[in-house]
Every structure is written in structure tokens, then in C-alpha cells.
């Protein structure tokens, strides 16, 4: 089993700055790709950043230039570096991770955190 545990979620003012931070703990083989997703009132469950286990990444344009995701794989975990804010960054924010959970495992598993609300006031 495999649990991805959030935190740094909150309130800001536009203009402000917020860092997210996904824990991965449990039992598995190695965590492959992460990334964070964001969930807005009426809107679509979006890609915000993505993070391959070797460093690559790729953001949503709306982002581009304001956010940072990196991670650190001695400490499973994954971060979201959220500058410049807006409000309409307001949603809820959810860390994945691609999980291979044995040495034999064909493929990976996707697991979900639980969501952390990031609220950005004008």
C-alpha cells in the first residue's frame, strides 16, 4: 500500500507565494513519475506540473514561469514551488505519483493524495 501525504496548502494574498509538499510512504519498489493536479470550482480536474524520476518536467501554461515542481527521491517526496499567485490559482491541489510497487510489477499504479486547498485572496 501506498500513501501520499500532503501539506502547505492554505490562504494568500495575490502576489504571495506557497509551497506544496507530497510525502509517498508505505511499501513499494520506486516511484516513477509525480506531478500535481488542481481541481477549481466548475472546472475539470487539470495537470499542473509533472516530474519524471530523472528530473524532466513539463507545466500547464498558466503556470509557466510562476510555478516550480521538484522533487526529492531519498525522501520520496515531491514539491510544488507556487510564486506570483493569482486568484484564480484558488483550487484544490492534489499530488500523484506513478508507483511500481514490486521489483516484478508490469506497470505502475497511480496514487492519489487526498488534496490540499490553496486559496489566493485579491
Avoid: H
Wanted: hydrophobic letters at 35%.
Amino acid at each position: 500500500q501506498v500513501q501520499l501525504v500532503e501539506s502547505g496548502g492554505g490562504l494568500v494574498q495575490a502576489g504571495g507565494s506557497l509551497r506544496l509538499s507530497c510525502a509517498a510512504s508505505g511499501s513499494f519498489f520506486a516511484i516513477n513519475a509525480m506531478g500535481w493536479y488542481r481541481q477549481a470550482p466548475g472546472k475539470q480536474r487539470e495537470l499542473v506540473a509533472g516530474i519524471t524520476r530523472g528530473g524532466s518536467t513539463n507545466y500547464a501554461d498558466s503556470v509557466k514561469g510562476r510555478f516550480t515542481i521538484s522533487r526529492d527521491n531519498a525522501k520520496n517526496t515531491v514539491y510544488l514551488e507556487m510564486n506570483s499567485l493569482k486568484p484564480e490559482d484558488t483550487a484544490v491541489y492534489y499530488c500523484n505519483a506513478g508507483v511500481r510497487t514490486t521489483r516484478v510489477s508490469l506497470r505502475d499504479n497511480n496514487y492519489w493524495g487526498q488534496g490540499t486547498q490553496v486559496t489566493v485572496s485579491s
